[in-house]
């Protein structure tokens, strides 16, 4: 059974850093394209970013290209997002997500990113 567990939210000021992490489980983490996305009150869910299986590329939405990184330990079944020059757009719940052959195999609970002064 697919688990997946996010960490690393919290409040933060504008033009702060966070790094949330997501440990997976019960299934092969590397062979796994894994995903950041991210719901703010009152929106629909977006992706953040993309890493795919074996971390061989990434992709990124253009709203947060250049302020945020993600990366994977695929020996620690954990995928990272550090998330620099924070700004109130920025606030969300975050989520990551496990996808293998366009089959979506699980998401996490989810952690809460706030931005603000």
């Known amino acids: 059974q697919v688990q997946l567990v996010e960490s690393g939210g919290g409040l933060v000021q504008p033009g702060g850093s966070l790094r949330l992490s997501c440990a997976g489980s019960?299934?092969?983490?590397?062979?796994?394209?894994m995903s950041w996305y991210r719901q703010a009150p009152g929106k629909g869910r977006e992706l953040v970013a993309q890493?795919?299986?074996?971390?061989?590329?990434?992709n990124y939405a253009d709203s947060v290209k250049g302020r945020f990184t993600i990366s994977r330990d695929n020996a620690k079944n954990t995928l990272y997002l550090q998330m620099n020059s924070l700004k109130p757009e920025d606030t969300a719940v975050y989520y990551c997500?496990?996808?293998?052959?366009?089959?979506?195999?699980?998401w996490g609970q989810g952690t809460q990113v706030t931005v603000s002064s």
């Open positions: 019960g299934f092969i983490f590397s062979t796994h394209t």
């Open positions: 997500r496990a996808e293998r052959w366009n089959i979506v195999r699980g």
């Open positions: 890493s795919t299986a074996g971390g061989g590329s990434t």
